[in-house]
């Protein structure tokens, strides 16, 4: 009976030892760029190299509510109008040119962020002669992921994310689009 005492105690006292020795998660301090993603950066290589007019700055507050843990990002957002030759053809757009994306504050998670692929076109629509007109306003798919730490005893993590399009026009949509506030 001592010994099988002994030997659960033991065995306790090692899970607790293991259980101190995985590594927290830090988390992210206010200030620190989660994504910056300028139009140099595109997917579509026409893009990529094409002539940019004058730049329009918007600044915006994104709150990422989470439970317990809301957390804030700062997004700088400039949109201009571009020039481009796409497949044999001259295109005039307005697009995202620059996005930055910064921690303003957070006290619990530990974030990250990306630029994915783009900017890309809005879906077409209707013409009167019924041809497909792209519409003005190219949008650019971005997403912040929070990990945060879990349990007292087994320590593990877990990640949630948010995905984002950011549209020329300033506005932004999320999925899933009841986390995220604009400000």
């Not at 026409?46 to 002539?51: C, E, F, L, P």
């Not at 329009?56 to 481009?84: C, N, Q, R, S, Y």
């Not at 992921?145 to 593990?156: D, E, M, P, T, V």
Request: glycine share 10%; charged share 20%; hydrophobic share 40%.
């Amino acid at each position: 009976m001592v010994r099988s005492i002994l030997l659960s105690t033991l065995g306790l006292a090692g899970c607790l030892a293991l259980a101190g020795c995985v590594e927290r998660l830090p988390v992210t301090p206010g200030g620190t760029t989660l994504f910056e993603w300028d139009l140099s950066r595109a997917t579509r290589s026409a893009v990529r190299t094409a002539k940019i007019g004058p730049r329009t700055a918007t600044d915006k507050k994104l709150v990422i509510t989470e439970g317990d843990a809301p957390f804030t990002v700062d997004l700088h957002l400039e949109t201009a109008e571009i020039d481009f030759e796409e497949a044999g053809q001259k295109v005039h757009q307005i697009a995202p040119v620059l996005l930055r994306a910064k921690v303003a504050a957070n006290d619990k998670w530990s974030l990250s962020g990306k630029c994915l692929d783009g900017p890309n076109y809005k879906m077409p629509a209707a013409g009167p002669g019924g041809e497909l007109v792209t519409p003005l306003g190219m949008v650019q798919d971005c997403s912040i992921r929070h990990h945060r730490n879990a349990g007292l005893i087994f320590k593990s993590s877990y990640e949630l994310g948010l995905m984002m399009q950011i549209h020329a026009d300033g506005t932004i949509t999320a999925l899933p689009p009841e986390r995220l506030r604009v400000e």
